[in-house]
Every structure is written in structure tokens, then in C-alpha cells.
């Protein structure tokens, strides 16, 4: 396989993780408020670990579009959050 499909490849999991991280966090936020639990730390920390990853990921395939894409929305999403939160 070549380095280029490779690079694509990962983009496109670190979109997957940006995109999963958010769906997953939200869903925990709801599903621990519904059960009368407070659940906004855990929903937390597994958004920020999520879009941590994505920007990782996506740093290491800039190259490719959704790599670029993966990197500035986690990088927005995760600097947005701590700029709501603090």
C-alpha cells in the first residue's frame, strides 16, 4: 500500500473521531441525565480525548483533505470548549 493511501486512510479515521467523539460525548451527557446521574465531566473528558486524537491524527495526514478537515474542526471544537468551560 502506498504512503499516500495510507494518508488518506488515517484522515479519514481522525474526521471519524472528531465527528465520533462529539456524537459519543453528547450521547453520554444524555443518557447520564436521563438516569438522574450528572454526567457533563465523563461526556467531558471523552469529547477532549476524542478531538485530542482527531487532531493528532489529522496532523499526521495534513496532506490529505479530510486530514486538514479532522485537524481544524477538533482544534475548533476542543479550543471552543475550553473557552466555554473556563
Known amino acids: 500500500m502506498t504512503t499516500e493511501a495510507n494518508?488518506?486512510?488515517?484522515?479519514?479515521?481522525a474526521l471519524a473521531l472528531c465527528?465520533?467523539?462529539?456524537?459519543?460525548a453528547s450521547a453520554i451527557g444524555?443518557?447520564?441525565?436521563?438516569?438522574g446521574y450528572r454526567g457533563h465531566?465523563?461526556?467531558?473528558?471523552?469529547?477532549l480525548g476524542f478531538q485530542v486524537a482527531a487532531f493528532?491524527?489529522?496532523r499526521a495526514?495534513?496532506?490529505d483533505r479530510f486530514g486538514k478537515t479532522a485537524c481544524i474542526t477538533s482544534a475548533v471544537l476542543a479550543v471552543g470548549s475550553i473557552l466555554f468551560v473556563c
Open 41 to 47: 465531566t465523563p461526556a467531558y473528558l471523552v469529547f
Open 7 to 13: 494518508r488518506s486512510r488515517s484522515g479519514v479515521i
Open 30 to 35: 444524555v443518557l447520564a441525565s436521563a438516569r
Open 61 to 63: 495526514s495534513k496532506g
Open 19 to 24: 465527528l465520533g467523539g462529539l456524537v459519543i
Open 56 to 58: 493528532v491524527l489529522g
